[in-house]
């Protein structure tokens, strides 16, 4: 019988003897990786480095510059920071995740918050890294963790327990703490040791980290008010209606009230946008020009075409260019470092034409506007365009807030919108839900259903498409007159009836197949909402289809 497996790193073999863990192979390669090691992937599966490898296989360490990797980081130092928080103020004190913002997650707290408390937990979780302690990942019966998270008065995650279809949950142990992640986690409290901490305000703060784009260090904070206020507004509103995260969603479906829920929250997402169409209208002696701009997936084509009807009834006659429309003819588009055409570069615009034509509609010039031709890859030009008095212009693209869009149009004569599907729900107190998740389902289904794409073409565009964001539209994002949230609360039942079937479409031996489990286990946790109340003017359709702006 051969007790031994050969294990491949990094296109080198190695003989190790079976039941060898992860940790005991890492420590032999520490030295050739330049951040602690948090997670592995064991032939395509994901794996923390307590699992023991029995058979002969192909394993790569991730750090915090992965995806992966960067998830179960700050999964530890939430862990920890809410271990630390209960040891200094008592079983009573918790913090709460809310959301993502400028490279870190905002919580709250339900004690009130001062810089020099905010200064202790920092200090603490340092201390705690300093000691490596464990973090032991066990599987335990659910009717178990239900008690249990009951017991320690976490009712909130109780009840996500218990629209969990598994027999069994994965719960993880610090200290005397048991928690619930539906991330992984590293093996111990020494791995994650990069945060730190800002202060907002009494009862908030930021936790801070490096990220897969700024890997080298912690970003420095910036504070984007507008956004702040705008994720706040809509998580005192979901507080109003009672659905603060996915137990309280699923109590609506089971309630068979989710249909009443889908109006209020359509009708309030008319309501937002009309207000801006009512902003629009009330500056038009000067106005002429709108610029929409938002990550991929945020409904930018329907917003624009739902806010050009609202513009039309203050009696504004809105013309629409789309910056797809004007990307450069194929073989010039440029290149990215691994030779495949870079569509989310600004360079990837035909600026030079687009800042002419904008210049002559605003001079009250016609043009020929073009109408790109993605199977040839080229631009053609079939209708003709003019602004009249009563015009305005509205101009839609992930590029829309750059100023080297409209570099000669006065800036006072342009409104800026930024949108993106801000989700206002948590899984649970300590879980977030990603708005790149909410995203990424969308597309998925978009891809799918309108390209033909299958799951794993969209999975694997992902990372460029992000990158391309982190470059091109977030920069810009505070450059804005008015901040739509794109996302509806209920939409996340409503994505999965989609976008399930098409996940589970992913093989085991795929290198996307932890991604498609992910999000996976992730949509396990919601009930499945039918599209039937849905309007057809809603920004949802968009992606699942019925939608009055594109069939």
């Known amino acids: 019988m051969n007790d031994t497996i050969e294990v491949i790193i990094n296109d080198k073999s190695y003989s190790y003897t079976k039941n060898v863990t992860l940790q005991e192979i890492y420590s032999e390669h520490e030295e050739n990786y330049k951040y602690p090691i948090l997670l592995a992937r064991v032939d395509n599966r994901l794996r923390n480095l307590s699992y023991q490898l029995k058979d002969n296989c192909k394993v790569e360490f991730l750090d915090l510059t992965t995806p992966e990797g960067n998830r179960a980081h700050v999964n530890a130092l939430t862990f920890m920071l809410l271990y630390v928080i209960k040891k ?15 490279k870190g997650v905002y919580f709250i707290t339900n004690f009130k918050l001062t810089e020099e408390k905010l200064d202790s937990i920092k200090k603490e979780m340092k201390e705690i890294i300093k000691k490596d302690m464990p ?29 969990n279809t ?20 590293p093996t111990s409290t020494g791995l994650a040791k990069d945060f730190d901490l800002t202060y907002i305000k009494p009862y908030g703060f930021v936790l801070r980290f490096p990220t897969v784009y700024e890997n080298d260090k912690i970003p420095k904070y910036k504070h984007h008010q507008d956004m702040f206020d705008v994720y706040n507004e809509y998580r005192e509103w979901a507080k109003l209606m009672n659905i603060e995260n996915s137990t309280d969603l699923n109590r609506v479906v089971s309630s068979g009230k989710i249909n009443d829920l889908i109006k209020i929250d359509e009708t309030l997402q008319s309501g937002r946008l009309l207000r801006v169409a009512k902003d629009i209208n009330d500056k038009r002696n000067r106005l002429k020009v709108v610029l929409l701009a938002g990550p991929s997936s945020s409904g930018k084509t329907t917003t624009s075409r739902k806010l050009s009807m609202y513009l039309q009834s203050f009696g504004l006659h809105p013309k629409t260019l789309s910056m797809d429309d ?14 495949k055409y870079d569509f989310e570069s600004l360079e990837a615009i035909d600026l030079k034409l687009l800042d002419t034509q904008i210049n002559a509609l605003l001079k009250g010039e016609k043009i020929t506007v073009p109408t790109y031709n993605f199977a040839l890859g080229e631009k053609e030009f079939k209708d003709e365009m003019q602004i009249g008095e009563n015009d305005i212009l509205i101009i839609e693209g992930i590029h829309a807030l750059d100023d080297r869009i409209t570099k000669n149009a006065p800036r006072d004569k342009i409104y800026k919108i930024y949108i993106s599907p801000l989700t206002e729900l948590n899984i649970d107190n300590h879980n977030r839900i990603s708005t790149s998740d909410s995203r990424l389902l969308r597309r998925i289904i978009r891809d799918n259903r309108t ?9 694997s565009q992902w990372s460029s498409v992000r990158d391309g964001e982190e470059k091109w539209i977030f920069p810009y994002q505070d450059d804005n007159d008015a901040i739509i949230n794109t996302a509806a609360i209920y939409e996340i039942g409503v994505l999965k009836t989609y976008v399930e079937p098409l996940l589970y479409s992913v093989e ?13 286990n992730f949509l396990r946790l919601f009930l499945p909402i039918s599209a039937d109340a849905i309007p057809e003017e809603a920004i949802i359709r968009e992606f699942i289809g019925g939608s009055y702006f594109h069939e």
């Open 326 to 339: 004007y990307f450069l003819e194929r073989e010039k588009t440029p290149k990215k470092a691994d030779g």
């Open 508 to 520: 085991a031996d795929s290198p996307y197949y932890e991604d498609a489990k992910r999000l996976l």
């Open 88 to 102: 200094l103020y008592g079983k009573s004190a918790n913090a709460t995740v809310q959301y993502s913002i400028d």
């Open 166 to 185: 598994n027999n069994y949950i994965t719960l993880y142990r610090l200290g005397n703490m048991y928690n619930f992640f539906y991330n992984l986690m």
């Open 451 to 459: 390209r033909s794409y299958p799951v794993e073409r969209t999975l």
């Open 135 to 163: 973090i032991t990942k066990l599987t335990v019966d659910r009717l178990e963790a239900i008690n249990y998270f009951k017991e320690i008065g976490d009712e909130v995650k109780a009840n996500t327990m218990k629209y």
